[in-house]
């Protein structure tokens, strides 16, 4: 029967036409999506969702040049540039979770901050979605508020 079914389409003159999709390389369909101005986009650049927190404020040239500093900075900002833009967006929380990462370890460094990042993951997933209380819930677009100022 699929052979039946391919032979008449092939017969009419089953082209692109007749496909779902028209053959577009890879390279193309990229270089075709704005993908700095491009409204689908606008979640990452909210509130907290922003580069700051890798950037260096005047600072000695051993806190600039702080190996561990720089090897777990540059881990989330290769995460952020390089593997979270083939991911889907389902990050529940306002401000993403790498983003969270980064705000808890500039505020309360780097220990406090990687067990609060841990636990903010630990928590990013439909069974933890359960237990969030409706007031956490921003009426404006449905994600939760989880605020660093409540882990003071």
């Known amino acids: 029967m699929?052979?039946?079914i391919t032979l008449l389409v092939v017969a009419l003159g089953g082209t692109t036409s007749?496909?779902?999709q028209t053959p577009v390389s890879?390279?193309?369909l990229l270089a075709d999506r704005d993908f700095q101005n491009n409204a689908a986009f606008a979640q990452y650049r909210g509130a907290g969702n922003s580069n700051?927190?890798?950037q260096y404020r005047k600072q000695s040239w051993l806190a600039k040049y702080n190996p561990v500093s720089l090897t777990l900075k540059g881990a989330m900002l290769g995460y952020q540039r390089l593997m979270s833009q083939q991911l889907a967006r389902s990050c529940p929380y306002e401000i993403t979770c790498s983003n969270f990462s980064k705000l808890a370890i500039e505020e309360y460094?780097?220990?406090?901050?990687?067990?609060?990042s841990a636990d903010r993951i630990m928590r990013c997933n439909?069974?933890?979605?359960?237990d969030v209380p409706p007031?956490?819930?921003n009426p404006a677009d449905g994600?939760?508020?989880d605020p660093l100022s409540r882990y003071r």
């Open 52 to 54: 700051r927190v890798v």
């Open 18 to 20: 007749l496909w779902a």
């Open 126 to 130: 439909r069974i933890g979605l359960l």
């Open 26 to 28: 890879d390279r193309q």
């Open 135 to 137: 007031m956490d819930i």
């Open 109 to 116: 460094g780097i220990l406090k901050g990687v067990f609060l």
């Open 143 to 145: 994600t939760i508020l």
């Open 2 to 4: 699929k052979l039946v």
